[in-house]
């Protein structure tokens, strides 16, 4: 894996590239080179993006979804005489039905939510790219990279390969940042890693309101077992 350094823009190609060519290229060969290659052609748009990744979260949902009903752990969860339907069958067709199109759906939302919280970083930083080139670049390893960890989920000896693949993953996210908005490394990885950041802030918010209502209820059962230790036995 090389990471080659970026082509002026005159030297690149206007031609448009197919699905299939893109993602291949995004997890075959990362380097600034082809993801701003990506974005100098015809058909960089948000709803490409979108169409993508969620034609990818949904072939990597079937996948997911079929892993577990050939592996007996929806007839083993007893899921299906909870909800008093057909033994064998009903399950996977409902999850297949609801599950995969609601996964999909979620899938376009974490992109729009991701790339927009990296964008409004990297421009904050001095970034040059547009929302819809980082949204493009961002897809075009997202949707393939979905499909091929489904794919390793469902074999037990390659499915710890994906662990590996996740940290990839975190690579290819700060490359097209980098490629997008043509900044340094640094710049990238920190645009990249905004969004961990919320969340981790997020989460931390809610573990403080948590606590500061628990506090109350934590308090007098510390001091009921405090006064049921001193207070001395008849």
Known sequence: MTIESAQPPEAMATSSQSWNEVWLKALTKPSEATYQDFISRPGVSVGRACTWVFLGTFIASIFSFLGVY????LSNLGAEQNLNIAP?????????????????????IGLLISAGISHLVARALGGTGTFPELSYALSAYLAPLGIV????????????????????GLFLNVLAVKSVHRFGWGKAAASSLALLAVILVFVACIMIVFLALLGPVIGGVYSNIL???ITPMP
């Open 149 to 168: 960890t489904s794919l390793l989920g469902m074999v037990p000896y390659l499915s710890c390969l994906n662990a590996p693949l996740g940290i990839y």
């Open 70 to 73: 050939l592996s007996g752990s």
């Open 88 to 108: 064998g069958v009903g399950l996977p067709l409902l999850l297949f039905v609801c599950g995969v199109p609601i996964s999909a759906a979620f899938g376009i």
């Open 227 to 229: 006064q049921g230790l």
